[in-house]
């Protein structure tokens, strides 16, 4: 199994962990809700606990389709990034930059919105050395980004493993 595949499958398993974790939440809080009605407490706020925790666990539930894995496909002429809800075809673009992961730190500033459930995935409007970049990466990441400009918008993309080639010939 490669390195992308081993991220790709604790990437799935986290979210299966984070799921099983709120569906947890949520039955406590109906337990919780049942004990409190059959027996109710005599403080008014020990009456809002149940509803908070099936409130936590419904957030929790709410945010697991933001956490799901992102894909960048590097073509000829062309790159596809997807996300659960946006597939965005970037064409006619110019190679602004290209540098590595260790490199990161000196163009990317911050990104303020995006970080993932874990540090190989990010989708997220970042300040960076170029100006402001939709920064797109995925489990699958290799060591090779590349900032990318199309119709005044830039983005910083990490090539999947399997587009290395593709991207180097950039």
């Not at 970080?115 to 797109?136: E, H, N, P």
Request: aromatic share 12%; proline share 5%; with cysteine.
């Amino acid at each position: 199994m490669t390195m992308a595949q081993h991220r790709w499958r604790k990437h799935r398993f986290s979210l299966v962990i984070l799921y099983l974790i709120s569906v947890g939440v949520i039955a406590l809080g109906i337990f919780h809700f049942y004990l409190h009605s059959v027996n109710p407490p005599k403080e008014p706020m020990a009456r809002l606990g149940p509803y908070l925790v099936i409130g936590t666990g419904l957030a929790a539930m709410a945010t697991i389709p933001l956490l799901e894995p992102v894909r960048a496909v590097v073509r000829r002429g062309e790159i596809i990034l997807k996300t659960r809800w946006l597939t965005k075809r970037i064409t006619g673009f110019r190679v602004v930059k290209k540098f590595s992961t260790s490199e990161l730190l000196n163009y990317v500033y911050m990104c303020p919105v995006g970080w993932r459930l874990d540090l190989w995935s990010l989708y997220g409007i970042c300040s960076t050395a170029f100006g402001r970049a939709v920064a797109f990466s995925t489990p699958s990441c290799s060591d090779e980004w590349i900032v990318v400009e199309a119709d005044s918008k830039r983005y910083v993309i990490c090539c999947e493993e399997e587009d290395r080639e593709i991207c180097a010939g950039l």
